[in-house]
């Protein structure tokens, strides 16, 4: 049932919608990370995190044009702590995709075999082993001696920890029968007993008592003091490597063996299996024993077993496509919904909160959750139909909340046997709550949206906490909450007048600022040195930072790219002013079209409309109109979006004045060195013999090249394999260059 009501509630995600929540939970991931990787004081318990970064990528699969510049998908661990000397990782040290149920598993396994193009029948070997739940390590061993260990940091630089691992006894300090380089990963942890032990002794002492055994392993290996370290109780498993001189072995199984031969520790549960069935049968064996293993675990992790496939699947932008870690399941909690709050986003979305009495759901206090729209509380769909059997959500319920899809909590279930007998229908609002302004629900839209725009202060304060967030403009020192202040204070209005601050508060006037609790000169002058350094700003940010409705990171980065400067951008845009308004006319009527039952004249009416809709519009607008829609990854949705932005008169003097301050750098096109396809749009068709159609995907596209799923005059390249049809005619008709599988591959250099 949970599962279900996650898959639900982003299907029924509207891209407005899907824009807010992207932006929530970068912050919140980012925050969590922090936390968890750089403070060893999480905020989050891993299944929420989990299904946060989950709930990320779910959303970002249905929106791809709206994955965000910081997307959490892009992005392992958190930096270094400054305290720490620095070690730059020879290989990364990527995290893990995760599945949450058996048929996830089913689908990671027949995505491999997909990838690779191995029939159902084929042999297909796996590593099943036990996810530990501390601090991964990456120890470098050079002529059987240990050199350097460092944790994973942000993936690519992790913290120096030599001396302190030294002190770990799981840890060789030399190694025989070694390859000349050779770096092990794995885990530090803290066994239950020892922690108990270390905590018992902390307090005692009077000292710091950990919450749990992972914070314990953290800050033990991270202490800036090795002496402090050596008194801890700390443990290691083996499980991977990175940096490598000659291969361990030719299987992951094997390789593990060998580590254990050097004298590593590794974990006795790790078995090798060749169905889905036996992987399954492996994780509810763990799972049974999980609370008599002595260490925390939160899942069991499968790799690909053969090597040589591991190496051919590759890698995502921080996940490889050989592994997953299938995670326990999390909790579920029942409490009191005490109300129901109405807050407005920077688009004027109205999302309704439940306010709960507070309740402990996976080891983490809850107090609110999210209600999503006025059908979700009402029980019903879009079309008005009942969903969840009817049952509208009430003030008063006794509510079930449920975390493990969503990092924010969920409404999962209502006990109609403690309802109370005044209960009444919740009454969404058709008014702004914040404004007044009438709050309206267009066509085909799950979401009420306030229409009051930048006279509503908490669409106006939402715009600037987006403009100044760390995708956008990124100003040191200004964030969400002092904006919000200096609204308040009358400071702050739009964005323009971020970068009058200092003008207005000169030599004379900066005591105002001074003067703010927790400010001094220091302060205050720090903060307009960091919005003069802000002055200058790429393309891609400015537009995101503008908060327009469904322009979202990638879709900015799309824009960016494809027109190069702010000046060929709002010239494209001023363009298609006619042209999006025809648009949004055929989209009526094409609406009006659904709603009557369909018949040839009222086609043939339709067709009439649009030919005499667009028939007024000049070849000149029209054009225009194409150059935004037609760029990969950006739709009619959010062309419109960012015409009807700038045709608003107060919305285009709002960003005039911005940009009157400003310095944009034009847009740098991203090209692999020396590639032969840097830059040009690509597109494969018919049935690849010698690769995949996703390995061609990823290798084309780390060559620099854009690959599409269809033939127009903008494509560059047609690779063609047996039975191209009319794709490879259309390319044919245009004039466009047609190669085979050997072509390509002699094209890229590639034998």
């Known amino acids: 049932m949970s599962e279900d009501l996650t898959k639900q509630d982003i299907a029924d995600l509207t891209e407005a919608e899907a824009i807010e929540e992207l932006r929530r939970l970068a912050d919140l991931l980012t925050a969590a990370e922090a936390a968890y990787y750089r403070d060893d004081a999480p905020v989050l318990d891993d299944a929420s995190y989990d299904a946060a970064k989950r709930r990320n990528a779910a959303i970002e699969g249905r929106f791809p044009h709206l994955k965000r510049v910081d997307s959490p998908s892009d992005r ?221 675990i939160d899942g069991v992790v499968y790799k690909v077993n053969d090597l040589t496939l591991q190496r051919r699947l590759g890698f995502r932008s921080t996940t490889p496509r050989w592994a997953t870690a299938h995670k326990f399941p999390a909790e579920l909690a029942w409490t009191r919904l005490e109300g129901i709050d109405i807050q407005v986003g920077r688009t004027g979305a109205l999302s309704p909160v439940a306010r709960l009495t507070p309740v402990t759901v996976g ?37 079930q909340v449920y975390r493990a899809g969503d990092v924010i909590p969920k409404i999962a279930d209502v006990d109609l046997s403690q309802r109370q007998e005044d209960a009444e229908p919740y009454p969404f609002p058709t008014e702004c709550p914040v404004c007044g302004s009438a709050a309206i629900r267009e066509d085909g839209d799950s979401v009420r949206r306030c229409t009051g725009g ?108 494809h027109f190069g400067t702010w000046e060929a951008l709002v010239a494209a845009i001023d ?64 062309a419109g979006s960012l015409v009807a932005s700038f045709a608003q008169e107060a919305e285009r003097a709002s960003i005039n004045r911005l940009l009157a301050l400003l310095t944009v750098e034009p847009a740098e096109t991203k090209a692999a060195a020396n590639s032969p396809v840097a830059g040009k749009t690509v597109v494969f068709t018919g049935s690849l013999e010698t690769m995949t159609r996703a390995e061609a995907k990823a290798r084309a596209e780390a060559l620099g090249a854009k690959v599409s799923g269809s033939v127009s005059a903008r494509t560059d390249l047609v690779v063609a394999g047996p039975g191209a049809g009319s794709k490879a005619k259309k390319a044919a008709e245009l004039g466009i260059e047609i190669l085979d599988e050997a072509g390509w591959h002699a094209l890229v250099g590639e034998a």
């Open 575 to 638: 363009a298609a002013r006619s042209a999006a308004d025809a648009h949004q006319r055929v989209l009526a009527a094409e609406l009006a079209e659904r709603r009557q039952a369909a018949d040839e004249g009222r086609r043939a009416q339709l067709k009439q409309t649009r030919d005499a809709v667009w028939s007024g519009i000049s070849p000149e607008a029209q054009e225009a109109w194409t150059s935004l829609t037609e760029i990969d990854g950006i739709g009619a949705q959010a």
């Open 76 to 296: 392992v661990g958190a930096a270094p702590d400054s305290g720490f000397g620095k070690i730059r990782h020879s290989v990364r040290m990527l995290s893990l995709d995760n599945v949450f149920s058996d048929e996830e598993l089913g689908d990671f396994v027949r995505s491999v075999r997909s990838y690779l193009g191995l029939a159902e029948d084929a042999p297909l070997a796996f590593t099943a082993e036990p996810k530990i739940d501390g601090l991964s390590l990456s120890i470098r061993y050079e002529n059987g001696h240990l050199v350097q260990a460092a944790t994973r940091g942000d993936g690519s630089v992790g913290e120096d920890v030599t001396a302190n691992a030294r002190t770990i006894t799981d840890i060789p300090s030399t190694l025989t029968d070694a390859p000349e380089v050779l770096e092990v990963r794995g885990e530090v942890y803290m066994s239950h007993a020892d922690f108990a032990a270390l905590n018992a002794r902390a307090t005692a002492e009077g000292g710091k008592v950990f919450a749990n055994p992972r914070n314990a392993a953290a800050g033990s290996l991270r202490q800036l003091d090795p002496e402090v370290t050596a008194q801890r109780p700390l443990r290691f498993f083996a499980y991977a490597w990175g940096a490598l001189s000659a291969p361990l072995a030719e299987t992951q199984a094997n390789s593990i063996a060998r580590l254990a031969a050097m004298g590593f520790v590794v974990n006795p549960l790790t078995i090798t299996a060749e169905t889905t069935e036996d992987l399954l049968r492996h994780y509810s064996n763990i799972e049974a024993r999980r609370a008599t293993l002595g260490y925390d």
């Open 454 to 561: 930048l006279i509503c202060p908490a669409q106006a304060v939402e715009k600037l906490k987006h403009f100044v967030s760390r995708q956008a403009f990124d100003i040191e020192g200004l964030g969400a909450k002092l904006v919000e202040e200096f609204y308040i204070d009358g400071w702050i209005r739009e964005p323009a007048e971020i970068f009058t601050l200092e003008d207005r508060f000169g030599p004379g006037q900066i005591q105002q600022l001074k003067n703010r609790e927790g400010w001094g000169d220091t302060s205050a002058r720090n903060l307009f040195a960091a919005i003069r350094d802000k002055r200058q700003i790429p393309l891609a940010r400015l537009i995101f930072a503008l908060g327009i409705r469904h322009v979202g990171e990638t879709t900015a980065g799309l824009l960016a790219r």
């Open 363 to 399: 080891g983490v206090v809850v107090s609110n959750a999210t209600l999503h729209n006025e059908d979700y509380i009402a029980g019903r769909d879009s079309t008005g139909q009942e969903i969840r059997e009817g049952r509208d959500i009430r003030e008063g319920d006794w509510v």
